[in-house]
């Protein structure tokens, strides 16, 4: 297949999910994840209509940013991210994920101008896995700990809740835990009703669970480089 034709593919998946579901495919909005991907590649995307990318790592993706200034995207900052980067990382990113502890957050203020971002959660039960631990004891006052942390400070904005489905998990039911922690961030914080969720595997689930934004790679890039 060519990138046309799994963008394609991918397009009309979403909608058929999106019918199963009874939600308007309007309202789900699809990020395609160029990791590894030379800036090539992004413009032909972005020549078959696509204005909504992800990066999952600070230098490629401000590389690729710079390359592609003459373009409209949006740059969606999808992977775990240090303090120490968290300011240049603003600098061209239009939404962050993967916003998963209050030192990050504190590195990402700033008081002349906002960006949107989500919690990311931790299904995985793994520490070394980017997000707030949800899955276990003590995660709803984690997510509520830093849901108010992220709302009180100045410059970002609060849109909703992202995880990913943990490997060995079943991505419906894991989709349905993230569904609950977005009810309990949409009581502290009533507009942040955005779930992120859903990859090249399991964006039918996804949407099935409410997913409104998707974060798809492989299914439309094809396989990643190996990174270098
Ligand atoms: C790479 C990546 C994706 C896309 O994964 P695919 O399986 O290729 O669709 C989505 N989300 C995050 C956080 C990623 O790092």
């Known amino acids: 297949m060519t990138l046309a034709e799994r963008l394609e593919s991918v397009r009309s998946g979403i909608a058929d999910a999106a019918r199963e579901a009874?939600?308007?495919?309007?309202?789900?909005?699809?990020?395609?994840?160029?990791?590894?991907?030379p800036a090539a590649l992004v413009r032909e995307l972005y020549t078959l209509g696509v204005r909504d990318f992800g990066e999952s790592r600070h230098q490629e993706a401000r590389t690729k940013a710079e390359a592609l200034s003459d373009l409209s995207i949006a740059w969606h900052f999808v992977g775990q991210l240090?303090?120490?980067?968290?300011?240049q990382v603003r600098a061209y990113a239009n939404v962050i994920h993967s916003v998963d502890r209050a030192s990050l957050a504190m590195a990402?203020?700033?008081?002349?101008?906002?960006?949107d971002c989500f919690v990311q959660l931790n299904l995985s039960g793994d520490p070394r896995r980017g997000g707030v631990p949800f899955?276990?004891?003590g995660g709803e006052a984690s997510l509520e700990r830093l849901t108010e942390l992220v709302v009180t400070t100045p410059g970002l904005r609060l849109v909703g809740v992202m995880a990913v489905a943990p490997l060995e998990a079943d991505p419906r039911r894991a989709f349905a835990?993230?569904?609950v922690a977005s009810e309990l961030v949409a009581r502290i914080a009533p507009s942040a009703t955005s779930i992120s969720t859903g990859m090249s595997g399991d964006y039918r689930e996804a949407i099935l669970e409410g997913a409104t934004h998707l974060r798809i790679g492989s299914a439309i890039t094809g396989n990643r480089p190996t990174p270098g």
């Open 108 to 115: 990402l203020q700033s008081s002349d101008a906002t960006v």
């Open 22 to 37: 009874g939600r308007d495919p309007a309202g789900i909005r699809t990020i395609v994840v160029t990791k590894f991907h």
């Open 82 to 87: 240090q303090s120490k980067k968290a300011r």
């Open 135 to 137: 899955a276990g004891p």
């Open 177 to 179: 835990t993230v569904r």
